[in-house]
């Protein structure tokens, strides 16, 4: 691991999977990039997020409270960035922002399940990786 503290991007699918489950890989890599560094966050992340949190279908998993409080931790808790660069590059244009919230904010990794990325392996020197990829080579 470097000397510098991590700064760790995850896309909303990982976020849900630690919100739903979270002793899954997807939750433990988080909690683990929690413990380890800052997560960064920005508006259209976090409204992406409450967008898909709220929909029916997550009242069978969680609470519309626990949903709240795991927004409202991870609006206290995480970096918020101000996106400065607008980008074009990902084939499904809703995986923009999360490639812009890595640049804007010199993210150290990114942390997805959508495969999309994923075939990127690296956009502008940030590596991209699974969660299970993202815990091995941060705790080894």
Request: with cysteine.
């Amino acid at each position: 691991m470097s000397l510098h503290e991590p700064r760790s991007v995850f896309d909303t699918n990982v976020l849900i999977s630690a919100l739903l489950f979270p002793d899954s890989v997807p939750g433990r890599a988080f909690a683990y990039g929690q413990d380890h560094g800052k997560i960064l966050v920005s508006t259209p992340l976090l409204r992406e997020l409450q967008t898909v949190l709220s929909r029916p279908e997550f009242e069978t998993y969680v609470t519309a409270s626990d949903r709240n409080q795991f927004l409202t931790a991870l609006t206290r808790e995480a970096t918020l960035v101000t996106i400065t660069v607008e980008l074009h590059v990902a084939r499904d244009v809703k995986d923009n922002h999360v490639l812009e919230l890595a640049v804007s904010g010199a993210a150290s990794v990114i942390v997805c399940g959508d495969a999309d990325l994923l075939a990127l392996q690296l956009f502008d020197s940030i590596p991209i990786r699974t969660p299970a990829e993202f815990l091995r080579l941060e705790q080894s």
